[in-house]
């Protein structure tokens, strides 16, 4: 490889896929149960329009439940690594919002649907929401997708909670499960980390 | 707020700096010294700049040296909280390379100023890189910045060894220390977590 034939790269772009660019979403989702039901909605179409992974997330107004943000992984459909449901979803906020503290003037949640992985659960306390929700938290997802999720602390949601997020789990359990289980009974790629 | 005032956004962002954009940056770079060394430079001329905190990254090629991506911290400059220095290398890397498998076919390394943070440990491993090259891992960082690094376990190296992801610590350590104290005794922002 030559510099002439490939330039360094010195901007990088994720983008939701067209099905959901184009889709009609309510501007307010009222409960943790509506805000969850459009994440499984969204996280099952996403991997079937073989996009990324089985996951999708939401920034909402913990307050008034307006919709700040929508996002699903994207992994396969950019071709970047980092743009996993949740950093997607922060990102577009924060690209709404004009700012990368979420937290600078209102009070902005999180719905996920599951416990986000290593990474993304850095990415949760650097965002400045104030409020994790997600469908569950246990081995399930790994054991029925594949996935790796990442090396966690035991005490994850205590650190959290140290920083001034609180979390809300198992809203919407099983949609979650139905959704990682028929994923993994699909040939879809799992993009992950090796295992030596 | 209303939708038709401020739409949802559905695509993000993040560019390098325009004086690191037109630095000439060398093809190769021989040694981890070497790597370090450049690393060094662009984490200071970065804070100075005002674009983000301490922080530079480069994406290498562990045989032949080459020099994939280079980047830096741009939270400030972006508005993206997860644009840390290794997401912005590793993500621009991707993009040069086409693809969200940076171990597809080489062997590539992550070459940062410090241990990542909680975010950037799960982003190197979800990225394929295949070394993780810093210059230390211990609470200067955090001590001499202010900046918080995010809940970490402490089996951290052991947990990228597992996955494939050898270590190498240590390497012009005082470099980096010289940076984050003179970060640290400026007005520069620190954007961060809350401690509630």
């Given at each position: 490889?030559t510099?002439a ?72 459909a950019?071709?970047?690594s ?61 054991e ?41 009974a ?11």
């Open positions: 490889m510099r034939s490939t330039p360094r790269a010195s901007t990088f772009t994720a983008s939701l896929p067209h099905w959901l660019e184009n889709r009609p979403l309510p501007d307010v989702l009222a409960t943790d149960e509506e805000r969850m039901s459009l994440v499984h909605e969204l996280a099952d179409l996403n991997w079937r329009a073989g996009n990324g992974g089985p996951f999708a997330a939401l920034v909402v107004d913990s307050a008034t439940g307006e919709l700040v943000a929508a996002g699903v992984n994207v992994v396969l950019s071709g970047l980092s743009t996993h449901a949740e950093v997607v979803a922060l990102s577009l906020a924060q690209t709404t919002l004009a700012g990368w503290d979420l937290g600078a003037d209102r009070s902005l949640e999180l719905v996920v649907n599951w416990r986000p992985c290593a990474m993304c659960y850095g990415a949760t306390i650097w965002s400045g929401v104030r409020r994790l929700v997600i469908a569950g938290s246990g081995p399930e997802c790994e029925l997708t594949g996935f790796d999720e990442g090396p966690m602390r035991d005490d994850w949601r205590e650190q959290l909670e140290a920083r001034g997020i609180s979390v809300t789990s198992d809203v919407l359990r099983d949609g979650a499960l139905r959704t990682f289980a028929e994923y993994g699909s040939a879809s790629t799992v993009y992950n980390a090796r295992r030596d």
